[in-house]
């Protein structure tokens, strides 16, 4: 008997179709070999695949990147997007275009849009990658400019302030640590960025047992402190007072009892006193959409074990959190985009 289901048209037609309908990948002539390995990575890469070295990249290359958007941590040295605004308008749907290029929620976007800052929309792993999404963004309307966290230096925290001395036209400035006396002229003081420190401390204990942990107590305490930085011209790395350990007899009849208005008072003295400095107030409006590119610093340690009672033994730990690399961060890209 015939067998119904044997059609041989049909076999000859899966035959001849091919494994493939289109090609899914890269022809060999577009592969981009590796300097260092020798070894050929896809053209929408910036790193060669096998041992990470950055690939050589054309410009008529450029369209096929495929930026890698993972987010950096802080000890890592990236290179920021810094929004700049300008009067051009952007639509819902262009703002919509730009939350898919950066990666983040359409709502972060406006946020930056609306504040009409230079903020950071993206921290990117290497320069290429930023002047990439730098020109993406352009195409867009989005105007930015790339500053790198080297040229930021969060870890070279400005020299801290134990008094200064008004004379003349000059300000005495005494350093904190070695009461060391710099003098600069009030006309070369160019900048003044003003905020706040805020500090949380979480100690808390707890029990494991069978390789479950439980919280068995927890306290949390937290401080905040008011503070200034202080630029010239040619000083990128400033000055800073901070309301604790500063001597506010500077301000005279002026100084107050509280040491967060004294602060306040410093600083509008040195406005009248330089008229042409610049000052920078608002890092308290913008800091929640900072934290988005900029995280605060946190840390846990383990503060070893405790025996609460005999034969029991809990583990106790210190989580602490800060925004001070965030804010000397929004300080110093004030300062380059005046020197700019």
């Known amino acids: 008997m015939q067998d119904n289901n044997q059609n041989p048209d049909a ?101 930056i849009l609306d504040a009409r800052k230079p903020l950071p929309v993206l921290r990117c792993e290497t320069e290429r990658e930023a002047e990439i999404l730098q020109n993406r963004l352009g195409e867009t309307g989005l105007r930015t400019s790339v500053v790198s966290d080297e040229a930021l230096a969060a870890d070279a925290a400005p020299k801290r302030l134990r008094n200064l001395e008004f004379r003349d036209n000059y300000i005495f400035l005494t350093h904190f640590n070695t009461n060391e006396i710099e003098v600069i002229n009030l006309e070369d003081l160019n900048l003044i960025v003003s905020g706040a420190i805020f500090q949380k401390a979480v100690e808390s204990t707890e029990a494991r047992k069978k390789g479950e942990s439980k919280i068995l107590d927890a306290t949390e305490t937290a401080s ?65 959409v900072l934290g988005e590119i900029w995280e605060v610093e946190q840390r846990t340690d383990s503060q070893g074990l405790k025996r609460p009672r005999f034969g029991k033994f809990d583990l106790s730990n210190v989580s602490t959190s800060n925004n001070l690399q965030q804010f000397t961060k929004y300080s110093r890209l004030q300062w380059r985009l005046l020197a700019r």
């Open 11 to 111: 076999e000859d037609f899966l035959k001849n179709l091919p494994l493939q309908a289109e090609e899914i990948g890269f022809k060999r002539d577009e592969m981009v070999a590796c300097r260092k390995c020798g070894r050929a990575s896809a053209p929408n890469r910036l790193k060669c695949m096998y041992c990470g070295a950055a690939l050589e990249i054309y410009a008529d290359q450029t369209d096929k990147i495929k930026p890698n958007l993972r987010k950096l941590e802080n000890w890592e040295q990236g290179f920021n997007l810094i929004y700049l605004p300008n009067d051009e308008q952007i639509s819902a749907e262009t703002t919509a275009q730009i939350a898919k290029l950066i990666g983040h929620e359409r709502e972060f976007v406006q946020k």
């Open 224 to 288: 905040d402190e008011s503070l200034i930085d202080i630029y010239t011209a040619k000083n990128a790395i400033g000055f800073r007072i901070l309301t604790k350990g500063f001597d506010f007899s500077c301000l005279g009849a002026e100084k107050g009892i509280l040491a967060r208005e004294n602060i306040k008072k410093l600083a509008a003295r040195l406005e009248v006193l330089a008229p042409t400095v610049q000052v920078v107030d608002d890092y308290l409006a913008v800091r929640n």
